[in-house]
């Protein structure tokens, strides 16, 4: 893996190197993307803990010690 990470770096580089096929997907494709996984189900956001907003705080608190596995929401 690292040496094909590093030939598709160098072909940006090098004349002699053929170009990498590939296309980076812009950010509305990716949006896209992720909100059509989100509908369909195939892809669940592991939500760790919720705070309500007064707590923010400690929801940071929480983020820099790394206690919470998964994402931290903050509700109204």
């Known amino acids: 893996m690292p040496r094909l990470l590093g030939l598709v770096v160098r072909a940006r580089f090098d004349a002699h190197l053929p ?4 296309r980076m997907p812009d950010r509305q494709e990716t949006l896209a993307a992720l909100r ?8 669940t956001p592991v939500v760790g ?8 705080p400690a929801a940071m608190r929480c983020m820099q010690d790394g206690e919470v596995p998964g994402r931290i929401v903050i509700t109204p």
Do not use: A
């Not at 059509?36 to 892809?43: I, M, P, Q």
């Open 19 to 22: 170009r990498p096929s590939f």
């Open 36 to 43: 059509t996984l989100l509908e369909s189900g195939k892809l």
């Open 49 to 56: 803990r919720t705070f309500p907003l007064d707590e923010v």
